[in-house]
């Protein structure tokens, strides 16, 4: 996590916190009750920092102590809620899994079964395991580059399928 936290510290601008406040919405799990809670407001860029690594931690594979934010302990979001969906809106949902999410890699095959994960729906498939894999267990620099351009152009088809893009 320490990486992590130097990456972000060194990407992110000294105001990040304000640019973010009310505008980005981070899902995060209290490590204790398993409680889901979405973050969006943003006291300082320390808070902002906490929320981002805590919403990256995922028990063992991440370490073994969870993230302290506002005096409580915080682990990775998508334990409990993969898919959050804001109130009010429309929340454009994106999944690195085959699902029916707004932008996901299409799927290939004809499988028809989904399984619910953490409130999102996944196809169940050779190819969603192989992306889990890759998840956990990040490819070589050129796959990496070659799975960022299939994001983009899986992004490119939503918005020219719901008329954002000619």
């Known amino acids: 996590m320490l990486e992590l936290r130097e ?16 505008r980005l919405h981070i899902s995060i799990t209290n490590a204790k009750t398993y409680k889901n809670r979405m973050v ?7 808070d902002l920092i906490k929320v ?27 334990i409990t809620n993969c898919l959050p969906v804001l109130p009010v809106g429309r929340t ?3 999944s690195p899994f085959s699902g029916p999410q707004d932008i996901s890699p299409t799927h290939k095959g004809i499988s028809k079964l989904h399984f619910r994960l953490a409130n999102m729906s996944v196809v169940l498939s050779k190819d ?12 070589s620099l050129a796959r990496l580059k070659e799975l960022d351009q299939e994001g983009y152009q899986d992004a490119v088809h939503f918005l020219k399928k719901d008329g954002w893009l000619q």
């Open 7 to 22: 990456g972000i510290e060194e990407i992110l601008p000294p105001n990040a916190h304000q640019l973010a406040n009310e």
């Open 40 to 46: 969006s407001s943003f006291t300082s860029r320390e």
């Open 52 to 78: 981002i690594l805590a919403s990256c931690f995922v028990p063992v594979y991440a370490g073994m102590k969870p993230v302290e934010f506002q005096g409580q302990k915080w682990i990775d979001g998508g």
């Open 92 to 94: 454009i949902t994106v």
């Open 128 to 139: 969603n395991i192989i992306r889990l894999k890759q998840a956990l267990f990040p490819p």
